[in-house]
C-alpha cells in the first residue's frame, strides 16, 4: 500500500495584482513543512505539482525544508478554477478588491455560488473546462499515482480545489459538500491518503502538524 501526501500550496498573494505567487509567509509555512516533513524521516519516491507559480514555489520550499533534490513531473489537471472567471459567471460587474471582512464576504458569497452553478453545469465560466474536465483533470493524477507508485510515497502540490475535488471523489460526496472543503483548505495544509492499483483512502484531511505549536499559531492562513 502506498502514501499519497496532498499539500495546499502557502499562502500565495490575495487582494494583490499577481496571485500567483507565494506570500513571504507563505514561504515560511512551506519551507517548515519540508522542516517538518524532514524530522519525521520521510522521503519522496515521486512528486507530482500543478503548473502554477505558487505550486512550483511551494515545493522549492518543502525541498528546502527537506533538504530535497528531485524530480518533478508537472500535471495541469491539478491547477486551480479561476476564481475570477467563476465569480464573473453570476456577476457581471467589475468586483473591487477587498479591503474590509465585508467585502472579503461578499466574495466569498459568490464564490460559492459561482461553484455551484459552475458544478451543475448551470454556467460556463470564460476560459474553463466544464466540472466534468476539470474533475477529469484531477482523477487523471490520481490513476496515475495508483498505476505508476504502487507501494510508494508520492508528494502532490496543488490547490484547495483539485485537493477537495480529489477528497470528494473518493468519499463519493455532493458537490455542495465539495464546495465547504474548498473554501476551509489552509495553506499549506497536508492531505492524507493510502493507496492500492485500485483505489485510494482518505487518512487525514487539511491537517497543520507542522504548525501544532503556539509559536506557529499566527501562520495558520486560508488565502
Do not use: C
Not at 85 to 90: F, G, L, T
Not at 100 to 126: C, I, K, N
Amino acid at each position: 500500500m502506498g502514501t499519497l501526501y496532498l499539500v495546499r500550496h502557502g499562502q500565495a498573494s490575495f487582494g494583490e495584482d499577481d496571485y500567483d505567487k507565494l506570500s513571504e509567509l507563505g514561504h515560511r509555512q512551506s519551507r517548515r513543512l519540508g522542516e517538518y516533513f524532514a524530522a519525521k524521516g520521510l522521503h519522496f519516491d515521486a512528486v507530482v505539482t500543478g503548473t502554477l507559480r505558487r505550486h512550483t514555489e511551494t515545493f522549492q520550499g518543502i525541498a528546502q525544508g527537506m533538504g530535497l533534490k528531485a524530480d518533478v513531473l508537472q500535471w495541469p489537471g491539478l491547477n486551480e478554477y479561476d476564481s475570477e472567471a467563476v465569480i464573473s459567471a453570476v456577476y457581471p460587474h467589475k468586483l473591487e478588491k477587498p479591503t474590509s471582512p465585508e467585502m472579503y464576504r461578499h466574495h466569498f458569497r459568490l464564490l460559492r455560488d459561482g461553484l455551484s452553478q459552475w458544478m451543475a453545469g448551470v454556467v460556463t465560466p470564460r476560459g474553463m473546462p466544464s466540472y466534468d474536465g476539470f474533475v477529469a483533470g484531477v482523477t487523471s493524477a490520481l490513476d496515475h499515482v495508483r498505476a505508476q507508485h504502487h507501494g510508494k510515497n508520492v508528494l502532490i502540490v496543488s490547490s484547495g480545489g483539485p485537493i477537495s475535488t480529489a477528497v470528494g471523489q473518493v468519499l463519493g460526496t455532493q458537490p455542495e459538500t465539495t464546495i465547504e472543503l474548498n473554501l476551509r483548505i489552509r495553506n499549506s495544509s497536508v492531505t492524507e491518503f493510502a493507496f492500492t492499483p485500485k483505489r485510494h483512502m482518505l487518512v487525514t484531511y487539511n491537517t497543520l502538524p507542522h504548525l501544532d505549536d503556539a509559536a506557529y499559531k499566527d501562520w495558520v492562513t486560508y488565502a
